[in-house]
């Protein structure tokens, strides 16, 4: 079965740089969600988007922004770069509740997610 | 606000069975999931149990809920050692707009053979 794609699976980036993450989530599927999972720490929810409109913000820096396309797929920007953005960036997808029903909205998949590394 | 906690190390030997917790603090958790996560890898969702369930059963895993507590496990029977990873547990007040999830800090689970 068709999963969530992350590109690229690792990234490396000088400080001060910018950077595009790219997900295209499970096929159906019309919810998409960023979360940053740092090293040795639990994942944490960034943005989501429901329709290509934002429907959750997280702890999502003002240096970043995201958006969602009209083929569902979302890109997270990153800019002026920091070293502390060296993450584990994953990309998350559901239906949801309200579209697909309870029982169809609870199942989030998440991407392989990309690493990026800010030197 | 939300916060979910979980012990950081659980080993166990082959064969034996794995039972890992989770305590949540939110009462509008609708939603209440597993996630496995080996080294250098995604989350893989194992599986999930609403909130008017008590118990749910799929193959060796057992997921309990005791709502009154705020108390969620993950019983793994037969644990082996394919099974060591960081098991995140992560709930979510669900809208009709999608699950935000917040997660748990993780348990890392060993298997010795």
């Known amino acids: 079965a068709a999963g969530v794609i992350q590109s690229p699976r690792h990234l490396i980036k000088e400080k001060r740089e910018t950077a595009t993450l790219k997900c295209y989530p499970i096929?159906?599927?019309?919810?998409v969600y960023w979360y940053q999972q740092g090293p040795g720490q639990d994942p944490q929810f960034l943005i989501s988007?429901?329709?290509?409109?934002?429907?959750d913000k997280g702890s999502i820096p003002d240096r970043f922004s995201a958006q969602q396309f009209s083929d569902y797929h979302s890109e997270l920007n990153m800019s002026s770069l920091e070293l502390g953005d060296s993450a584990l960036y994953f990309c998350?997808?559901?239906?949801?509740?309200?579209?697909?029903?309870?029982?169809?909205?609870?199942?989030?998949?998440f991407g392989e997610g990309s690493w990026l590394t800010v030197v | 606000g939300e916060d979910v906690e979980q012990s950081l190390f659980l080993s166990v030997r082959e064969g034996d069975s794995s039972v890992i917790n989770c305590t949540y603090t939110?009462?509008?958790?609708?939603?209440l999931y597993w996630y496995k996560q080996e080294p250098g890898a995604g989350l893989q969702l194992l599986t999930y149990?609403?909130?008017?369930?008590d118990m749910k059963q799929d193959q060796r895993l057992t997921v309990l809920l005791n709502k009154k507590d705020k108390h969620l496990s993950l019983r793994i029977a037969d644990t082996q050692t394919g099974d060591s990873a960081i098991y995140f547990c992560?709930?979510?007040?669900?809208?009709?707009?999608?699950?935000?999830?917040?997660f748990g800090g993780g348990t890392r689970l060993m298997v010795k053979p």
């Open positions: 939110d009462s509008s958790s609708t939603y």
């Open positions: 096929p159906r599927h019309d919810t």
């Open positions: 149990i609403f909130s008017n369930m």
């Open positions: 988007f429901y329709e290509k409109m934002q429907s």
């Open positions: 998350a997808s559901s239906l949801s509740p309200g579209t697909g029903g309870v029982l169809a909205g609870n199942t989030i998949y």
């Open positions: 992560a709930e979510s007040p669900s809208n009709n707009a999608g699950n935000m999830l917040t």
